[in-house]
Nanobody
Framework: EVQLVESGGGLVQAGGSLRLSCATS????????VAWFRQAPGKEREGVSC????????YYADSVKGRFTISSDNTKKTVYLQMNNLKPEDAAVYYC??????????????????WGQGTQVTVSS
């Protein structure tokens, strides 16, 4: 059974940092993409970042490039999202997901079949 469990969300002031974690199990962690998405109230779910651990392929949305860093620990089968210089517009529920594919197709959230429960990120101005 595929499982993804997010943690690390919270309340932070603008300009601050948070590190999200996504602990995974039930699939070949090295071979398949794991992505972070976010969804703010009234907005569509959007892809933020993605990694394929086996070849260290990464992807970032333009809105987070230079501020967010995705990484993975293959022994722990965990993906991290280090978020620096947070802005109020980064506030959302953050989800990690996998779709048993080696491609970071974050433009198509509906293709991702396995999701975590989400973790709330709140950024105060």
């Amino acid at each position: 059974e595929v499982q993804l469990v997010e943690s690390g969300g919270g309340l932070v002031q603008a300009g601050g940092s948070l590190r999200l974690s996504c602990a995974t199990s039930g699939f070949d962690f090295d071979d398949y993409a794991v992505a972070w998405f976010r969804q703010a109230p009234g907005k569509e779910r959007e892809g933020v970042s993605c990694i394929v651990s086996g070849d260290n392929t990464t992807y970032y949305a333009d809105s987070v490039k230079g501020r967010f860093t995705i990484s993975s620990d293959n022994t722990k089968k965990t993906v991290y999202l280090q978020m620096n210089n947070l802005k109020p517009e980064d506030a959302a529920v953050y989800y990690c997901a996998t779709d048993w594919s080696p491609m970071c197709r974050v433009q198509y959230p509906s293709l991702w079949g396995h999701w975590g429960q989400g973790t709330q990120v709140t950024v105060s101005s």
